[in-house]
């Protein structure tokens, strides 16, 4: 008969998650999970078969936290620029978790439909509020999507990286003007 687990599933994805979010994807070893934990890393391989399992659980885990700052609603803001203001908060408050979600390397990824992706239902809520805010078509909205959602990775990677600090009414104001002009040019095409 296996080993009774010394920890749940949770409780290693919950410290490997803070661990992330604290020091870094690069600090998710074995040996350093473990010393969060307070046990060899021997507990972690009773439930997961190796560092990519409990890595994958980390993305997962963080992803839903970033759904989570995606959702947030705010009286009087556009729900769409809600969303890149969410998405900037979140690179703000969790730099290493933002890192990790899309500043990581992909191999395999060539074009932004790969990348939207791994963007998960945050893509989908964000292009079915602008076909139903804005009343435009799926591949009007999906154009308007891609351009904003790069330009706000933008200032979200220089949030993260802390290359730059802005100010909320900042990032409001640049995220309304690169809407407006956006919008303003697809509506055109």
């Not at 920890?7 to 350093?32: C, H, P, W």
């Not at 802390?162 to 303003?184: H, Y």
């Amino acid at each position: 008969m296996p080993p009774k687990p010394k920890f749940s599933k949770e409780e290693i994805v919950n410290n490997a998650l803070l661990l992330v979010s604290e020091k870094g994807v690069q600090k998710l070893t074995a040996r350093d999970l473990a010393e969060r934990l307070g046990s060899s890393p021997r507990p972690i391989f009773t439930i997961f078969n190796n560092m990519d399992e409990v890595l994958k659980e980390v993305y997962d885990s963080a992803m839903e936290l970033f759904g989570i700052y995606a959702n947030q609603i705010v009286e009087g803001i556009p729900n769409f620029k809600q969303i890149g203001i969410s998405m900037i908060n979140f690179a703000i408050k969790e730099p290493k978790l933002y890192q990790l979600l899309f500043m990581s390397e992909h191999e395999n990824e060539k074009s932004f439909n790969d990348v939207l992706s791994h963007l998960g239902p945050v893509a989908d809520l964000s292009i079915k509020t602008i076909m139903a805010d804005y009343n435009m078509t799926y591949d009007k909205s999906y154009e308007l999507f891609k351009h904003l959602w790069i330009y706000t990775f933008g200032i979200g990677a220089l949030c993260a990286t802390k290359s730059c600090v802005f100010s909320n009414d900042e990032i409001i104001d640049m995220l309304g003007k690169e809407f407006r002009a956006m919008i303003m040019l697809i509506m055109k095409e």
